[in-house]
């Protein structure tokens, strides 16, 4: 069983990385449009208010700065300021969507996706795509999705993975990393291989994929070639988003959420919302920067 690590009770807990300069822990709490971040050699907690919901992140060559995939679009952050300024604008012509998952591949492009906020029915109406160097977006050829998450990279930057979460497949495409060319689509880890629906992703240094499991309160382990390697259990129902940090990158941390939750599911499970850790025999590897040019 994963070890409680910070009772936060955030409604949800979401987009964990570790920055290995600064040694701490950076996530978010995506209805409260706040920006949190724990350094665990001090046991400090900070956090920041910003304009609208946080939905995902990344590091930049700055330590005093990180880009910012807010719910209407893109922008920098400055941490010494509070600063916020806007790159660009993410399907305004769609107002039933939101920036969701993101991560930058190994060249320190940024890799998102959307998430649509309507129901009943849920469609599949946003689109996946890449914040390049020189601030261009472009639009990535991998269809439609209604719920965008589990992007992360090989650790050659050759292998995309992603999900739409409301169809519960794990997908990869090779990539390549130079020409940022994305090849087609297939199953990686089947609707039925697995319980829940998969939310966020990371990779480690074997190359293995980590995904938390939403609605099974699990975090699993996938071999290369799509192989069932383990299973970690948690205190919290929905866990959302994984990470290795600490010194030596072999502690993985995972956010949670309490969202949609009744009283007696959260009386049931207490920690919901709670942010978690494991220490493991494997490492992870330093999270790719977003390198504006």
Known sequence: MMELFLDTRHELGECVLWCERTRRLLWTDIPA???????????????????????????????????LGLASGLAFFTFSTGKVTRICDVEADIPSTRLNDGRCDRQGRFVFGMFNQAENPKSAMGSFYRLNLDLSLERLPLGHVAIANSICFSPDGRRMYFADSLTREIRCCDYNPCSGEIGEARVFVAADAAPGEPDGSTIDADGYLWTTRWGAGQVMRFAPD???????????PQPSCPAFGGPDLSTLYVTSAHLGMTQNDRAAAPLSGAVFRQALDVRGLPESRFLHR
């Not at 050699?41 to 005093?64: H, Y």
């Not at 799509?226 to 919290?236: C, H, P, S, T, Y």
């Open 33 to 67: 449009s706040t920006l949190w971040s724990h350094s665990p050699s001090t046991g400090k907690t900070f956090s920041w208010q910003l304009p609208e919901r946080l939905c995902s992140f990344a590091l930049t060559g700055s330590d005093d700065r990180l880009l």
């Open 226 to 236: 799509g192989r069932l390697d383990r299973v970690l259990e948690l205190d919290a």
